[in-house]
């Protein structure tokens, strides 16, 4: 059974910075991408970073650019988001996702996923 589990979410204030994990299991994700969604109450589930599948490529949404870190170890099956100078607007629900194909480049789609965990709250007070 494959799961992606994330952790490290939590209740920060503005400016802290937080560091998310996806562990996964059940498969390796060598040569898939692997990806952060985000979810604010009332809005739909947006893309925020990925990891290609040469796990060396990555993309970012504007508004994380130069805050958010997207760091992959393959040898431990497991993606991280380090977030810093967090603000009240990334307050969300934060989700790891990985793709099933083997596509190039860094898919920022949410249809491009087919692999996804539960979610972890991530709370900016300011």
């Known amino acids: 059974q494959v799961q992606l589990v994330e952790s490290g979410g939590g209740v920060v204030q503005a400016g802290d910075s937080l560091r998310l994990s996806c562990a996964a299991s059940?498969?390796?994700?060598?040569?898939?991408?692997m990806g952060w969604f985000r979810q604010a109450p009332g809005k739909e589930r947006e893309f925020v970073a990925a990891?290609?599948?040469?796990?060396?490529?990555?993309d970012y949404i504007d508004s994380v650019k130069g805050r958010f870190t997207v760091i992959r170890d393959v040898a431990k099956n497991t993606l991280y988001l380090e977030m810093s100078s967090l603000k009240p607007e990334d307050t969300a629900v934060y989700y790891c996702?990985?793709?099933?194909?083997?596509?190039?480049?860094?898919?920022?789609?949410?249809?491009?996923?087919?692999?996804w965990g539960q979610g972890t709250q991530v709370t900016v007070s300011s």
């Open positions: 059940g498969r390796t994700f060598n040569g898939n991408a």
């Open positions: 990891s290609g599948r040469d796990s060396v490529s990555t």
């Open positions: 996702a990985a793709t099933r194909g083997t596509g190039w480049g860094v898919p920022t789609s949410r249809d491009e996923y087919y692999y």
